[in-house]
């Protein structure tokens, strides 16, 4: 085995003795692997049928003009969205024209890398319909919104209130004489503000409003409104809709019309409220359905694991493109005429790249064992128990958080780990990082949902021993009394790669920076005041808890069989690098709570460099197995064969400021300068 991929090594060095350096390294890092990219490629895609799938739509999408995204860049706003809606159009009528599945057709939006409305239709409009709107309203709405016959969005954010939902502005007030609602915006704060697809696309929006009858306020509720015209798409009498403007970064999610809309007393008939969990009768009584309000959380769950899954991706792209560029960039070191280092061969870039590779692959699995989780809960729920409920929801929340606040931090750290060029469009990451940063905003703001975590934790502490024991992730806080006395036995390096070890240290970890809090939050006045003083130091525990579900997720995904060469091996060993990169980032947690030593943590230090020494030679290939496309990445940096030079080259001379040699602007506002016939008054003094 090991002499023939020496001799292919061979084979592709001597092939490619014509080619740029760069590219020759690129082939001689991959020769180096030690295990079986295509093996891990499955792994990595979650089955050989995703495998497949994810290949030939990304191979449909870049073989097809219609999708080409060359030229984005120099888009003006307007064109850029009549480009989104082009691809758009032309991507529904693939999607029909060849019959794809729902599945397939999630897959080739993916890979068109441009967001857009149907975005929205797809994954937020529809889905709030299914989890809201009653049997026979799913009959009225659903096939419309399938056929597109409708486009919808989902309007709940207010210029004034995002987070805090109970306290929207816009009113529903039935009226008994019409059988309807009058739908109203009160305030300028009330105005609708951030729904995608809202802005210029949509016909039909699902608007949260606080539900008025009888003279009585019942809170906000889901209601369809219809607001542009079917026929010539005109907003209807009563709506006033406009885009809310340019966004983050050049063109990123610029592509995405948000919007905002105010309503000037809009007639809706009673029937468009949502009403699967609560109706109002034509009386204009409110009652509520027999349907448990729990079950709709379960969409929530859903939700979650796909932004979960969505951290991966866009991770693991980050990760493509710094690894391959660290690859090929050379700094320093040279030994007579020998070429210099491989920037990926200094610790300090290995120390920050490679726990963002183990990252991405964590995300992963992680994200996997959502998909089940979200199943389990759904058959609980059927069954009318709700009891994982809180459990479910506050893990849920959290590794939201977490997963997208890492990577957003991980792409921009991905940019300055390529120097100066990572700064340059071209390099692919000032576009994805802008795209991707909203993520920590939106589905609920990271910060909060870190706190609502902090909540269970406290609530799951306070009533421990009290018969109602912790379950799931939470399970281990029932040991919390040995928890909190046991310390880390670590004596040796090789200590640190037991999974028994790392698990109980971050479960050490969680359960002490929980009980330091709660034990804060007890002395206070006030159990409110306590936790609002002991908030920050909530966060700490919060993040503790889901980084410690990470990676007992990581290691769980490792206790099957992995078929392929050397893949369980690799996927060993970043598990490891995910987990003691954590132990000495967050040395400090671990330290102030007393569980470890500075020499244990010491000992993590050195265990962690030996494993950035096995994974160095296998990063190139451990980035391959993403299987990300050229097109798709669309990265000068992470080109696939290493010729980055030459792509960065020309894609600066593509640039339209050097359509002529000579600028525009010379003869008014250069040449003056230069002839100094410019400011005369001002030479004077
Ligand atoms: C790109 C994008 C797309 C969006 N798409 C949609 C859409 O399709 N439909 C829709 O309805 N909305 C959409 N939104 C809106 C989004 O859901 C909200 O912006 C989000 O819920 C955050 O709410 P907010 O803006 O009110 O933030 P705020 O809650 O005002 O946050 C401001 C700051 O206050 C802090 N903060 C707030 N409350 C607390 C608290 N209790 N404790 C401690 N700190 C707190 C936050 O952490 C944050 O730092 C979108 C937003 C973006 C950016
Ligand atoms: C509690 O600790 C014991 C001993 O370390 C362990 O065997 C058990 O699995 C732990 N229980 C939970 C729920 O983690
Ligand atoms: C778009 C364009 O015309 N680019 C030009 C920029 O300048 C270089 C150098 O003169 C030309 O080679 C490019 O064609």
Known sequence: MRSLLISKALFIALHLGGCKMEMKTLAQERSKAEFDVEAMKVVWAGGEASLRLNQRMAELVAN??????????????????????????????????????????????????????????????????????????????????????????????????????????????????????????????????????????????????????????????????????????????????????????????????????????????????????????????????????????????????????????????????????????????????????????????????????ATAYAYRFLGQWMSSLYSDTMACFENNDFSTLPEVHACTAGLKSIATSTTADGIEECRKLCGGHGYLTSSGLPDLFAVYVPSCTYEGDNVILLLQVARYLMKTLKFLGSGKEPSGTAAYLSNVTELVSKNCEVAKESDWISPKTLRYAFEARSARLALKCATQIAAASTQDEGFSEASCELLGASRAHCELIIVTRFMGALEREIPGRGVKNQLQILCNIYALSLVTTRAGDFLMTGYL?????????????????????????????????????????????????????????????????????????????????????????
């Not at 008994?176 to 305030?187: H, L, Q, R, Y």
């Not at 391959?324 to 491989?342: I, T």
């Not at 798709?632 to 992470?638: A, H, K, V």
């Not at 010729?643 to 506002?669: I, Q, R, W």
Request: hydrophobic share 35%; aromatic share 10%; net charge positive.
């Open 64 to 357: 097809d003009p219609e999708f080409q995204k060359d030229s984005r860049v120099m888009q003006t706003r307007s064109e850029l969205l009549k480009d989104t809606f082009r691809k758009a159009a032309h991507a529904w009528e693939l999607i029909n024209k060849l019959h794809f599945t729902e599945e397939e057709a999630r897959c080739l939006r993916k890979h068109i890398d441009q967001p857009s409305y149907a975005d929205l239709h797809w994954g937020v409009f529809i889905p709030a319909i299914k989890g809201q709107a009653t049997d026979a309203q799913q009959k009225k709405w659903l096939p419309l919104a399938y056929s597109q016959a409708i486009i919808g969005c989902y309007a709940q954010t207010e210029l004034g209130h995002g987070s805090n939902v109970q306290r929207l502005e816009t009113t529903a007030t039935f009226e008994p004489s019409t059988d309807g609602f009058i739908v109203n915006t009160p305030t300028i704060a009330a105005t609708k503000w951030w729904p995608g697809g809202l802005g210029k696309v949509s016909t039909h929006a699902i608007v949260h409003a606080r539900l008025l009858t009888n003279g009585k306020d019942y809170g906000i509720h889901a209601f369809i409104v219809q607001i542009r015209s079917l026929e010539d798409h005109q907003p209807l009498p009563g709506i006033t809709v406009a885009d809310i403007g340019t966004k983050f970064g050049s063109r990123a999610y610029n592509s995405v019309d948000n919007g905002l809309l105010r309503f000037n007393n809009v007639h809706i008939p009673r029937e468009n409220m949502l009403m699967r969990l609560a109706t109002v009768t034509k009386e204009g009584k409110y009652v509520h359905s027999n349907v448990p309000t729990q079950l709709a959380y379960g969409a929530m769950v859903n939700v979650r694991k796909s932004i979960v899954m969505d951290a991966s991706y866009s991770l693991a792209r980050a990760v493509t493109i710094a690894v391959r560029y660290s690859a090929v960039r050379r700094q320093f070191g040279v030994q007579d005429g020998q070429p210099e280092m491989q920037v990926l061969d200094y610790m300090t870039q290995q120390s920050r790249l490679f726990p963002l590779l």
């Open 597 to 685: 030593s500075p020499e244990q943590v010491e000992l993590a230090k050195s265990q962690l460099r030996d494993l950035f020494k096995k994974v160095r030679h296998n990063a190139v290939s451990l980035v391959d197995a993403f299987d990300y496309t050229d097109f798709y990445l669309g990265s000068s940096l992470g080109r696939y064969d290493g010729n980055v030079y030459e792509s960065l080259y020309n894609e600066a001379l593509k640039d339209p400021t050097n359509a002529s040699a000579v600028t525009e602007g010379y003869t008014e506002f250069i040449r003056p300068i230069l002839k100094q016939q410019l400011g005369t008054s001002m030479s004077r003094l």
